[in-house]
């Protein structure tokens, strides 16, 4: 089954506003977690990643909230932006075996 | 600079007919992946190596065989190729599981 799970395939946030995209994991085991942003046809680019030994990182206007009790992790982008318009991808992973595992995908959408 | 080579970019198979996808990498990687990409379902792992010469299954590996001949190649090998492999298929390679994977481009495969 799907390990990775992102629940809501969409959003629309106004320019300026804070985008949220969330992510649940089934193994826990998993002590790697990644976003991902990916554009039609093109392979994609990691945006911010964390291991499991913090709760949250920042990198300018990302940041990842990690909550290991629920098995759930989200990304957090502040001022979006219209060219935020992706489609974003969470992705999870353990250590030994290193198997690396992605969810559906959510597309953000960021009006002007 | 580090690369992630996928040959062909694209490919038209016959149902029934078998089909190599090649991936390369200058990295000097340990881990590989192959993820399909098809709508409504983002990312999924199909086969994936931390080693050369052995492969390990990932979340849908049924209809696939995935060959490490050295550290940097890893094809992924379709014996009889069905209409439902219809996909874009990416190859990724990471150093560590602490690491994020480095993409290849994709290939769009279509099953006729």
């Known amino acids: 089954g799907q390990q990775v799970k992102q629940s809501s395939p969409s959003l629309t946030v106004q320019e300026g506003g804070i985008s949220i995209l969330n992510c649940d994991y089934e193994?826990?085991?998993?002590?790697?977690f990644a976003w991902y942003k990916k554009y039609p046809d093109n392979s994609p680019t990691l945006l911010i990643s964390?291991?499991?030994?913090?709760d949250k990182r920042e990198d300018g206007r990302l940041t990842v909230f990690l909550n290991k009790s629920g098995k759930h992790f989200s990304l957090h982008i502040t001022a979006s932006q219209p060219e935020d318009t992706a489609v974003y991808l969470c992705?999870?992973?353990?250590?030994?075996?290193?198997?690396?595992?992605f969810g559906k995908g959510a597309k953000l959408t960021v009006s002007p | 600079e580090a690369a992630v080579t996928q040959s062909p970019r694209s490919k038209v198979a016959v149902t029934g007919g078998k089909v190599t996808l090649s991936c390369h990498q200058t990295n000097n990687h340990d881990y590989m992946y192959w993820y399909r990409q098809d709508t409504g379902h983002g990312l999924r792992l199909i086969h994936y190596?931390?080693?050369?010469?052995?492969?390990e299954k990932g979340d849908i590996p049924d209809g696939y065989k995935a060959s490490r001949p050295s550290q940097e190649n890893f094809s992924l090998i379709l014996e009889l190729a069905s209409l439902s492999q219809t996909a874009v298929y990416f190859c990724a390679s990471r150093w560590d599981p602490n690491q994020a994977p480095l993409f290849g481009e994709g290939t769009r495969l279509s099953v006729l």
């Open positions: 964390v291991r499991s030994n913090v």
């Open positions: 193994n826990d085991m998993f002590d790697y």
């Open positions: 190596s931390y080693v050369a010469d052995s492969t």
């Open positions: 992705a999870a992973g353990a250590g030994t075996g290193s198997k690396l595992s």
